[in-house]
């Protein structure tokens, strides 16, 4: 075999540095969108919280993921929150939380109640889909719509609705059974043109409600409703509002309980909520007890905005932080019954801080102040700081 010249080698050589240089920017190039796709998604997210919902969806111990699940604010105003179990592919459910929103927000633009909204909807997606003859996939639905002080819930097949309130869980829906599973399904799987009936509730909402959970069966076959209940609870009592954290410790639990099914989760908030305030949590004078009135002064960056008659609610005990809407920028005093005239502010740790960093927070009096990031939090999760006045 003929000896390499030199030239030759110095080509091989130039080749191979070549290759390497085009794999590390290809690579960089991977990360890079990898990374802007997270950041992307962790903004989705903290923007969904904003109006008080919050998504999570896990692979989990399956090959592939056919579990889907949103959650949005209609341009309308209403709140609406999909979870959709996928079987035999991830076609149609992909489909349905494609389209639902869409369909939806239509019915609901064209005159539809929001019972008729969720029923036409359902009704047509499966039509179609059927008619579109893509492939034999289905998928459980469950989607409710939050508004005006109502809840509107659609469910066919087995991804079940639980509502906490006051701490008790109460589950809505009533899943198929195992043996009627093939008969509950949007789409093709069961290759019959008939869709089962959606179970449709109405309910009015009420102070003690306080957050909804729709979940695919990769949740509930592995906790049970009042665990799911506890799990998002101490989730909002350790990060405020922060409705896509509830629903990822929701998931992360239905997974460490060995759940064997992909899992998809949706928490949307109820007590409280106002798509034009921002939820802020004020500590009560000492000696109030369940049912008496506080008296609250919000201001909103040192303007008066308003007095607010708040009736403390039934399990409260002294230390508690009630919650309170006002309106976003905004922050809350005591009324002359406070023992010091403090405030509280709902602050979001910024991109690249750490715990133990130093914030700036401007109080209604116009002092600044300086307040360190709680430990366990990261950029993108809220905490509340009490401000209380130098006297």
């Known amino acids: 075999m003929a000896k390499k010249d030199k030239a030759q080698v110095q080509d091989d050589g130039d080749d191979g540095a070549a290759r390497k240089k085009a794999a590390q920017e290809e690579h960089k190039r991977k990360r890079e969108e990898a990374e802007a796709k997270k950041k992307a998604l962790l903004e989705e997210k903290l923007a969904m919280s904003q109006h008080g919902l919050g998504v999570e969806e896990l692979k989990g111990n ?69 008619e579109s003859g893509a492939d034999k996939s289905g998928a459980t639905s469950s989607v409710a719509i939050v508004h005006g002080g109502s809840l509107f819930l659609a469910t066919v097949g087995n991804s079940d609705v639980v509502l906490c309130s006051s701490k008790v869980a109460d589950q809505l829906s009533k899943g198929v059974k195992p043996e009627d599973l093939h008969s509950g399904l949007l789409g093709n799987e069961d290759q019959d043109p008939k869709l089962q009936k959606p179970q449709v509730l109405q309910r009015k909402l009420t102070a003690s409600d306080e957050f909804l959970i729709l979940a695919t069966d990769g949740v509930w076959t592995a906790i049970k409703p009042q665990k799911a209940c506890d799990v998002v609870s101490k989730s909002l009592a350790e990060q405020p509002n922060a409705c896509h954290l509830a629903a990822k410790a929701l998931v992360d639990a239905a997974y460490n309980a060995e759940s064997t099914d992909n899992i998809a989760a949706a928490v949307v908030l109820l007590h409280g909520y106002d798509a034009t305030k921002a939820p802020v949590f004020a500590r009560l004078p000492a000696g109030v007890r369940p049912g008496d009135e506080v008296r609250l002064l919000v201001s909103n960056r040192g303007a008066s905005d308003g007095e607010y008659l708040v009736a403390v609610p039934t399990g409260y005990e002294p230390g508690m932080l009630l919650r309170v809407g006002v309106p976003y920028g905004g922050s809350v005093s005591m009324g002359s019954g406070a023992a010091d005239g403090g405030e509280t502010h709902l602050l979001n740790v910024p991109p690249n801080a750490r715990p133990g960093d130093t914030l700036s927070v401007k109080a209604s009096w116009g002092a600044l102040y300086f307040v360190q990031v709680p430990p366990g939090h990261n950029p993108g999760d809220t905490f509340a700081a009490e401000i209380i006045p130098e006297h």
């Not at 949103?70 to 709140?79: F, K, N, Q, V």
């Not at 639902?100 to 359902?122: K, Q, W, Y």
């Open 62 to 130: 399956r090959g592939t993921q056919e579990d889907r699940v949103t959650a949005l604010r209609l341009p309308s105003g209403e709140r609406l929150a999909c979870v959709f179990d996928g079987h035999r592919g991830d076609s149609c459910s992909q489909f349905a939380m494609t389209r639902m929103p869409h369909s939806v927000s239509m019915l609901l633009s064209g005159g539809n109640d929001a019972d008729e909204a969720l029923r036409r909807a359902i009704g047509e997606l499966h039509i179609t889909w059927q």
